[in-house]
C-alpha cells in the first residue's frame, strides 16, 4: 500500500508556511492592497463548491473579504498566520496599478506579440507574475503571466481585448488579481519572473500607447474605493 506524501494532500512544511508568510509580509510592505481567497489543493478548491470550470478553483473571497476590502495594513498578515494556505489577491485600484493578464490557452501570448508589432509598442522593463501552466493550441507547454503598471490616477479600463481581434488578453483594475505565494489550479504555483518581482525592480508607468487601446471609451463616474481591510467571520 502506497503512503501519501505531504505533496500528495497538498499540504506544506513548516518551513515552507513560514515562507509563504514572509511572501504576504512583503507585499505589505510593498504596499500592495491584498485579501485572502480560498485555499487550493489537488482534491479542489477549500470553498468545497462543484465550480463548472477548475480555473475558478482559489480565486473567490474566503471569510467575509472581497477585493472592496482589500487592505495594505500590517494586521493583514495575521488572516494568513491563522490560515495559512488561503491564496492571496491583490486589488489592482487600490494599488495604484493595471495588470494585463495574457493566457496561452486562448492564445493570448500570440496575440500580444501581434499587438506590440501593430501598434509598435515599445513596453518598459516591468514587473511580471507567473501565472498558471497550459498546454497552448501549438502543443507547448507554457504558463501564463501577468505584467503590472502603474497608473497615476483612477481610470476605467476595458475588460479584455477580444473585440479589437486579440483574443487572451484581460485587463485586471477593479477587482483582484491573483498574486505569489497563491496556487494555481493547475498545478503550480504564482510566482514572480525572474527579476521582475516587485522587489527587484520598480513597476513602470503604463506606456501611453497602450493606455489609448485599453482605456474605456465611454466616460462613466469614477468613485475612488475606500480600504475598511477584511474581517473574520
Known sequence: MTSLTLKDLG????????????EIQL?????????????????????????KDKKEWGK???????????????????????????????????????????DPRSGGHLSWERLLNKYKIELPKTVMTLTGEYLTSEN????????????QEPASFI????????????????GGVMAPPSRHSSGVT???????????LEIAE???A?????RRKTGRSLRHMQSVGYKYP
Not at 82 to 92: H, K, Q, S
Request: with cysteine.
Open 190 to 200: 504564482y510566482a514572480w519572473a525572474s527579476g521582475k518581482s516587485p522587489f527587484d
Open 159 to 174: 475588460q479584455n481585448l477580444s473585440e479589437l481581434g486579440f483574443e487572451g488578453i484581460d485587463i485586471k483594475y477593479n
Open 27 to 51: 507585499l505589505i510592505q510593498y504596499g500592495f492592497h491584498i485579501y485572502p481567497c480560498y485555499a487550493v489543493f489537488p482534491s479542489g478548491c477549500a470553498c468545497k463548491h462543484n465550480h
Open 140 to 151: 507547448e507547454t507554457m504558463r501564463g503571466y501577468h505584467l503590472w503598471f502603474r497608473v
Open 60 to 102: 473567490h473571497p474566503t471569510g467575509r473579504a472581497s477585493h472592496r476590502t482589500a487592505s495594505s495594513s500590517p494586521s493583514g498578515k495575521l488572516w494568513w498566520v491563522e490560515n495559512p494556505y488561503d491564496n492571496v489577491a491583490i486589488n489592482p485600484e487600490l494599488s495604484g496599478c493595471v495588470v494585463i493578464d495574457i
Open 210 to 214: 497602450l493606455a489609448q487601446l485599453i
Open 11 to 22: 499540504l506544506l512544511s513548516q518551513e515552507e508556511l513560514t515562507n509563504r508568510l514572509d
Open 206 to 208: 503604463l506606456p501611453d
